[in-house]
């Protein structure tokens, strides 16, 4: 699966967009490749609970990857049960090379004591 990803983005970055990027640049065939992959099918890129679930009921992925949610989120799974508001990320720490923006996000519990 990597390599097909990996392929896919090499050779067309610009025309389905990158990492992070919008996914309707242009018009590629998703449903497509996952019939053709057999094995687990795992898509990212700008999920929300509602649209993950959304996207695994119908079967266009056997699992949602989560990147800034979970970054900004140490409790994303916990939070993603309860129905809780999550943290919004703040983009000025991405790719910083320190901790901060890693590992200083609150729990839902310690934003509670806070409170
Ligand atoms: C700070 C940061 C670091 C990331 N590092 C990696 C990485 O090392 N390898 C990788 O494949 N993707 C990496 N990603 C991309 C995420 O895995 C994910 O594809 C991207 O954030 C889109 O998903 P999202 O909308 O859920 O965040 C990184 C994203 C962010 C914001």
Do not use: C
Not at 19 to 24: K, L, S
Not at 59 to 84: H, M, W, Y
Request: proline letters at 5%.
């Amino acid at each position: 699966m990597i390599i097909v990803f990996k392929d896919l983005l090499n050779n067309h970055r610009k025309r389905i967009g990158a990492t992070g990027g919008p996914r309707d640049i242009a018009p590629f065939d998703y449903a497509s490749l996952r019939k053709r992959f057999s094995r687990a099918y795992m898509a990212n890129n700008g999920y929300d609970l509602a649209l993950a679930n959304k996207q695994l009921d119908a079967g266009a992925a056997d699992l949602i990857a989560f990147g800034k949610p979970f970054i900004s989120n140490p409790d994303l799974v916990e939070r993603l049960k309860q129905g809780a508001p999550l943290n919004e990320w703040d983009k000025n720490t991405f790719y910083g090379g320190g901790a901060k923006g890693y590992t200083d996000y609150p729990t839902l519990g310690a934003k509670q004591a806070a409170e």
